[in-house]
């Protein structure tokens, strides 16, 4: 496996080139790589089949090792041969790994996972996005309360604190992180779950901050991951490489994520799914982490379509085969605490558990909805593959007719849909999404 001082190295002494000239030259590659392996997506079969998925294998192996990863703080290419990438591969595909987090009580093991498989995915499932001081606890209890939340991947993040804006690198970021990690201790022992994994560690985003927040009592080794990430598309910088380090040196899992947006410099799903897979490869090679997400979506922040989902599928399946690491990824919809989001989280839920899905690390946006997605995903698992795509085009289907109906695409916020002093969903809520998924069983969702 490739060192971190080679990446180094690489990162100092690889080919100078312009960050338009890199994006340039992925575009014109991908679309190469794409046509060469006779790569085509067919948004009616969203279950993707061997074939494929070998072949967006091969193909994410040839545009990784042809056109490398851009370190934007040098201007400069690091460059992999065709050995060293598939080096990376063969090393994963020969020891499958079980990630594990928390302690005690509380902890959680994520193992690899294939498309057949009769377990269901984990549900390592957070409450996302930016938060409000006056109901960050209530928000977080509502996922921490749940059973069958194994732990949560993510957690909400404060825009400001008393008034006080979240500036990375400055003093107040550690100031609201402290104060994050103070009321989410405060939520854990509140529901007697004191060992959960708490997953991604998101509002400390400087080295600074990281450092200062990996400690007893807030975050250690056994709850947290912290992000690694080469950005969409194909671009690091040393940040990552430093955080890497961090990770190995403390025993902490890496968060290794792969992302890739349809429209963009990839046009369409199947470019999509190629770059995700090279991605994936080049972060497991300097993160060497036991997981990977991967997450695509479109220019407008939107997924849970069917490009997507073959995307998603597509990388999946081509990981599942070849790489065997335990695979992640979001499955939900929006807008936010909506029936329709519970809808369209239900046609991911039967295309992703049937893709080789391992853990969700987004389900939904409250307490509630992460249970309910969580039994889709379970009663999902091991479909014939044919009808699992033939009932995620028809919920699909179904969510454009709803939405068709939408006033607003806005989110709804947390204190409308639950009492955020009870922390139980209000009446007209739950009631709300028990009638989806009562929809959903008349259109043959295996309940």
């Given at each position: 496996?490739?060192?971190?001082?080679?990446?180094?190295?690489?990162?100092?002494?690889?080919?100078?080139?312009?960050?338009?000239?890199?994006?340039?030259?992925?575009?014109?590659?991908?679309?190469?790589?794409?046509?060469?392996?006779?790569?085509?997506?067919?948004?009616?079969?969203?279950?993707?089949?061997?074939?494929?998925?070998?072949?967006?294998?091969?193909?994410?192996?040839?545009?990784?090792?042809?056109?490398?990863?851009?370190?934007?703080?040098?201007?400069?290419?690091?460059?992999?041969?065709?050995?060293?990438?598939?080096?990376?591969?063969?090393?994963?595909?020969?020891?499958?790994?079980?990630?594990?987090?928390?302690?005690?009580?509380?902890?959680?093991?994520?193992?690899?996972?294939?498309?057949?498989?009769?377990?269901?995915?984990?549900?390592?499932?957070?409450?996302?996005?930016?938060?409000?001081?006056?109901?960050?606890?209530?928000?977080?209890?509502?996922?921490?309360?749940?059973?069958?939340?194994?732990?949560?991947?993510?957690?909400?993040?404060?825009?400001?604190?008393?008034?006080?804006?979240?500036?990375?690198?400055?003093?107040?970021?550690?100031?609201?992180?402290?104060?994050?990690?103070?009321?989410?201790?405060?939520?854990?022992?509140?529901?007697?779950?004191?060992?959960?994994?708490?997953?991604?560690?998101?509002?400390?985003?400087?080295?600074?901050?990281?450092?200062?927040?990996?400690?007893?009592?807030?975050?250690?080794?056994?709850?947290?991951?912290?992000?690694?990430?080469?950005?969409?598309?194909?671009?690091?910088?040393?940040?990552?490489?430093?955080?890497?380090?961090?990770?190995?040196?403390?025993?902490?899992?890496?968060?290794?994520?792969?992302?890739?947006?349809?429209?963009?410099?990839?046009?369409?799903?199947?470019?999509?799914?190629?770059?995700?897979?090279?991605?994936?490869?080049?972060?497991?090679?300097?993160?060497?982490?036991?997981?990977?997400?991967?997450?695509?979506?479109?220019?407008?922040?939107?997924?849970?379509?069917?490009?997507?989902?073959?995307?998603?599928?597509?990388?999946?399946?081509?990981?599942?085969?070849?790489?065997?690491?335990?695979?992640?990824?979001?499955?939900?919809?929006?807008?936010?605490?909506?029936?329709?989001?519970?809808?369209?989280?239900?046609?991911?839920?039967?295309?992703?558990?049937?893709?080789?899905?391992?853990?969700?690390?987004?389900?939904?946006?409250?307490?509630?909805?992460?249970?309910?997605?969580?039994?889709?995903?379970?009663?999902?698992?091991?479909?014939?593959?044919?009808?699992?795509?033939?009932?995620?085009?028809?919920?699909?289907?179904?969510?454009?007719?709803?939405?068709?109906?939408?006033?607003?695409?806005?989110?709804?916020?947390?204190?409308?849909?639950?009492?955020i002093e009870t922390v139980k969903p209000k009446p007209e809520y739950e009631a709300s999404l028990m009638k989806i998924k009562?929809?959903?069983?008349?259109?043959?969702?295996?309940?």
């Amino acid at each position: 496996m490739i060192t971190l001082m080679d990446f180094q190295e690489r990162a100092l002494n690889g080919p100078v080139k312009k960050p338009d000239d890199f994006d340039m030259e992925l575009a014109m590659k991908i679309r190469e790589i794409v046509a060469k392996y006779e790569i085509e997506s067919n948004f009616e079969e969203l279950v993707v089949d061997d074939k494929t998925a070998d072949a967006v294998f091969n193909a994410g192996v040839a545009l990784l090792s042809e056109l490398g990863v851009y370190q934007m703080d040098t201007q400069r290419v690091i460059e992999f041969s065709k050995e060293e990438v598939l080096e990376v591969a063969n090393a994963y595909k020969a020891d499958p790994r079980t990630a594990v987090f928390g302690k005690g009580a509380d902890v959680m093991e994520i193992p690899y996972r294939t498309c057949d498989d009769t377990k269901a995915p984990i549900l390592n499932s957070g409450p996302p996005a930016v938060a409000q001081q006056e109901w960050f606890s209530a928000y977080v209890q509502s996922f921490a309360q749940e059973e069958s939340v194994a732990g949560m991947g993510i957690l909400p993040g404060l825009a400001s604190l008393d008034g006080i804006a979240c500036k990375a690198g400055t003093l107040s970021e550690f100031h609201v992180v402290r104060w994050e990690q103070e009321r989410i201790r405060e939520v854990l022992e509140k529901v007697g779950r004191p060992g959960l994994n708490l997953g991604l560690l998101a509002t400390a985003s400087e080295m600074s901050s990281i450092f200062a927040t990996l400690q007893p009592g807030m975050r250690e080794p056994y709850n947290t991951q912290i992000g690694v990430h080469i950005m969409p598309e194909m671009k690091i910088d040393w940040a990552a490489l430093l955080k890497a380090q961090f990770c190995r040196d403390r025993g902490i899992n890496p968060w290794q994520s792969s992302m890739s947006l349809i429209g963009g410099l990839c046009r369409n799903a199947a470019d999509v799914a190629v770059t995700m897979v090279a991605n994936g490869l080049a972060q497991l090679s300097y993160g060497q982490g036991p997981t990977c997400s991967f997450f695509p979506n479109h220019l407008d922040g939107s997924w849970g379509t069917p490009q997507s989902i073959w995307a998603f599928s597509a990388a999946a399946r081509a990981s599942e085969r070849n790489i065997k690491v335990p695979t992640g990824s979001c499955v939900c919809g929006s807008p936010w605490r909506t029936p329709v989001a519970l809808m369209q989280a239900a046609a991911v839920a039967a295309a992703y558990s049937n893709s080789g899905l391992a853990y969700s690390w987004i389900s939904g946006h409250t307490g509630l909805e992460a249970r309910l997605i969580g039994e889709m995903m379970a009663v999902t698992v091991n479909m014939d593959k044919a009808k699992a795509s033939e009932l995620s085009l028809k919920i699909l289907a179904r969510v454009d007719e709803m939405k068709k109906d939408m006033n607003s695409m806005d989110a709804v916020p947390f204190p409308e849909v639950y009492d955020i002093e009870t922390v139980k969903p209000k009446p007209e809520y739950e009631a709300s999404l028990m009638k989806i998924k009562d929809e959903l069983a008349g259109m043959g969702f295996p309940y």
